[in-house]
């Protein structure tokens, strides 16, 4: 059996620890993407326009529809760029956590005052003003 000098043994020390990182199973930082910003600065005022028919009856169920499909949709691209991309994945399902309670509670409850209102949409405005600057944060 070989001996290798303590240098050869550092330096293959050395590269075991670094190769990861080199390679696909090292840690991965995520680069900024403008479909991402773009897909959720454009959910954001269409949710609050749905927010806005609350105030009435009957919910428009076609709507909420479509705001839970694009949402799912932005959830899916987000999640398919890979775990480097947590970070945004979770904001988004945040959001869409947030409008599905929001829509329960509106089932449930009756058209919303102005007050409840102005609440709900504060509350979802906050959560994609942090997924817009979670992007806008990221390496470009």
Not at 8 to 19: G, H, I, Y
Not at 61 to 69: S, V
Request: charged fraction near 30%; proline fraction near 4%.
């Amino acid at each position: 059996m070989a001996r290798f000098s303590s240098s050869c043994r550092k330096l293959a020390a050395m590269f075991l620890l670094v190769s990861p990182m080199l390679g696909c199973g090292g840690p991965q930082l995520a680069r900024y993407d403008e479909t991402t910003y773009q897909h959720v600065t454009f959910a954001k005022p269409e949710v609050l326009a749905v927010y806005d028919t609350f105030k009435s009856d009957p919910v428009d169920d076609a709507k909420i529809g479509d705001i839970d499909l694009k949402l799912a949709q932005i959830r899916e691209y987000v999640a398919g760029k890979g775990s480097a991309n947590d970070d945004m994945t979770h904001q988004v399902e945040l959001i869409q956590g947030m409008f599905k309670k929001h829509v329960a509670e509106r089932r449930r409850d009756g058209p919303w005052n102005d007050a409840n209102l102005e609440n709900h949409k504060d509350a979802i405005s906050e959560a994609f003003d942090i997924a817009i600057k979670t992007e806008q944060a990221k390496n470009k």
